[in-house]
């Protein structure tokens, strides 16, 4: 089992920047792929991040790419999600989840565990 908790979401202004952190606890950290995905009212849940278990491979959706850095402290059993130049359209509740797929995925499905989500609000 991992335990996930997500923390940093707020309301910013357009522009500004915010970085979340996801704190996992239970099974070796670094086994785990990790996934960063958003969910807008009235909108699918999507893929903004993934990073690998070693942290060596990443993937970034194309509407965050150059905005957003992902990344992990395997020995915090933390994953951060910095995002900057924020947009309104960024607007969503974000979750990190872990899959036991060590490189990560894009898909929701492959994700045993997931965090309780947390709300980022940009303002125009």
């Known amino acids: 089992q991992v335990q996930l908790v997500e923390s940093g979401g707020g309301l910013v202004q357009a522009g500004g920047s915010l970085r979340l952190s996801c704190a996992a606890s239970?099974?070796?950290?670094?086994?785990?792929?990790v996934g960063w995905f958003r969910q807008a009212p009235g909108k699918e849940r999507e893929s903004v991040s993934t990073i690998s278990g070693s942290g060596r491979t990443t993937f970034y959706a194309t509407s965050v790419k150059g905005r957003f850095t992902i990344s992990r402290d395997n020995a915090k059993n933390t994953v951060y999600l910095q995002m900057t130049s924020l947009k309104p359209e960024d607007t969503a509740i974000y979750y990190c989840?872990?899959?036991?797929?060590?490189?990560?995925?894009?898909?929701?499905?492959?994700?045993?565990?997931w965090g309780q989500g947390t709300q980022v609000s940009v303002s125009s």
């Open positions: 989840a872990a899959t036991s797929l060590v490189e990560g995925s894009t898909i929701a499905r492959r994700y045993n565990y």
């Open positions: 239970g099974r070796t950290f670094s086994d785990y792929g």
